[in-house]
């Protein structure tokens, strides 16, 4: 069965700062990642996407994420963050199954800029 | 978000009293989803749809029961809602085929449900 774990439940970090938000997933097949961001109030929005080929794959806002298979790891990480980046951000893992794909979520991290 | 509408944005309940939770889509996606958020828990799947009156449970389906007689509309009923039903719900939708990679979901707005 799938299952996505989030390291950090919170992260703190001064703006302009660098900062990585841990993701670690189990799977027994193949397997689609994604990390989502949720501003308060609002629902989540597709931040980037693995799906195949290149292990470092771009997102919006400036976020990057690299997949590693060998530590089922698929860290988000951004050079320097901006006030405006405080939200929550929620890996997940998604595989085809019977009737099709299913998408499961981790708890969140909390990313918190702080000027 | 454009092409997915939530309705309605806040409930408030009493417990043992049905509520249906809809969901209306304008961009023709095949799947349909249904996600309750809890603190701690992220987001769990309670049902899903892969095409119109084809429906399957996910995690935490106990309670719950949905629908889908059109392809843009997919309904969350709470048989007879509980405390423990007092949740976000999420509804999103996905136009990933079903032999080629899933693309990500669209999320709505959200509903805001509280039984008391």
């Known amino acids: 069965a799938q299952s996505v774990t989030q390291l950090d439940s919170q992260v703190p970090v001064f703006e302009e700062a660098p900062v990585e938000l841990r993701c670690n997933y189990s799977?027994?097949?193949?397997?689609?990642l994604f990390w989502y961001v949720q501003y308060p109030n609002q629902g989540l929005q597709l931040l980037l996407k693995?799906?195949?080929?290149?292990?470092l794959v771009k997102g919006i806002n400036g976020f990057e994420a690299e997949f590693n298979k060998s530590q089922t790891s698929f860290p988000l990480r951004k050079p320097s963050v901006h006030i405006s980046d405080t939200a929550e951000y929620f890996c997940a893992v998604s595989d085809q199954g019977t009737g099709g794909f299913k998408t499961i979520f981790g708890a969140g991290t909390r990313l918190f800029v702080k000027a | 978000d454009a092409g997915i509408t939530q309705s309605p944005r806040h409930k408030v309940t009493e417990t043992g009293t049905p509520v249906t939770l809809r969901c209306h889509q304008t961009e023709n996606h095949r799947y349909m989803y249904w996600y309750r958020q809890d603190p701690g828990h992220g987001l769990r799947l309670i049902h899903y749809s892969y095409g119109v009156k084809d429906t399957d449970k996910g995690e935490v389906s106990d309670g719950y029961s949905v629908s889908r007689s059109k392809t843009e509309d997919f309904l969350l009923t709470l048989e007879s809602a509980t405390s423990s039903q007092t949740s976000v719900y999420f509804c999103a939708i996905s136009d990933g085929t079903g032999t080629t990679a899933n693309y990500g979901y669209t999320f709505g707005s959200g509903t805001r449900l509280t039984v008391v």
């Open positions: 693995y799906l195949s080929g290149s292990t």
């Open positions: 799977s027994s097949v193949s397997v689609y």
